[in-house]
């Protein structure tokens, strides 16, 4: 089952910060999250595994609350470049388990 | 390295026919995962494989399938085309398994008439 990211869509403005919330209906092992600009192919943003640490890179970081099943991406002093939509895929057990993607949450950065 | 590439990077079919897709992963790189993409469903899981298997399956009819060669490259096949199958068809490659940091190429349009 598609993990729901909420909000599904967000505009903006230079510098303004923003939060992109993966919720699963399961347990999570790991979650999993890319960037795809408009005409572009999905690009890695990174992996948080169960029993992880927030990670983070730049102004963008995430979160994983194994309790509530859910992944939370935070996108500081957001810039022009972080426009695009942000996919989190959900891993629900170890090995060799497929990684299935939420429906993606389109993100809008204006000057 | 090169990245992963996707041949034809545009296609147009028309209902009933039958389309072959080709994904050449990145030099070294053995998992091979195929995705659908359309408005509104995000990235839908297909298959991956591994070692010219099958390692894992989406929930898609049988009309999709797929295959690995042993130089990794893959293909994905779908026959009779109905016109909800219209999308991008990415391809993504990953070293060992899609659980670790995957690497997509730049898709294949698929358009059905």
């Known amino acids: 089952q598609q993990p729901v990211q909420s909000p599904q869509a967000v505009i903006l403005r230079e510098g303004e910060d923003a939060v992109i919330n993966c919720s699963s209906s399961k347990a999570l092992y790991s979650v999993h999250w890319y960037r795809q600009k408009h005409g572009e192919a999905p690009i890695f943003l990174m992996i948080l595994l169960k029993g992880g640490e927030q990670k983070g890179h730049d102004k963008i970081s995430a979160s994983f609350n194994e309790k509530k099943q859910q992944s939370s991406l935070y996108l500081t002093a957001s810039q022009l470049s972080y426009s695009g939509t942000y996919f989190c895929g959900a891993q629900v057990s170890g090995g060799y388990q497929k990684v299935t993607f939420g429906t993606g949450t389109k993100l809008q950065v204006i000057p | 390295k090169a990245g992963v590439t996707q041949t034809p990077r545009y296609l147009i079919k028309t209902r009933g026919q039958q389309v072959t897709l080709s994904c050449s992963p990145i030099?070294?790189?053995?998992?091979v995962s195929w995705y659908q993409q359309t408005p509104g469903q995000g990235l839908q899981f297909l298959f991956e494989y591994f070692s010219e298997t099958q390692r894992n399956k989406g929930n898609f009819p049988g009309r999709f399938s797929g295959r690995q060669f042993s130089n990794s490259r893959s293909e994905m096949n779908v026959s009779t085309l109905e016109l909800g199958d219209s999308a991008l068809y990415l391809c993504a490659s990953s070293l060992e398994r899609a659980q670790e940091t995957q690497y997509f190429g730049p898709g294949t349009r698929l358009l059905v008439l």
């Open positions: 030099s070294g790189h053995r998992s």
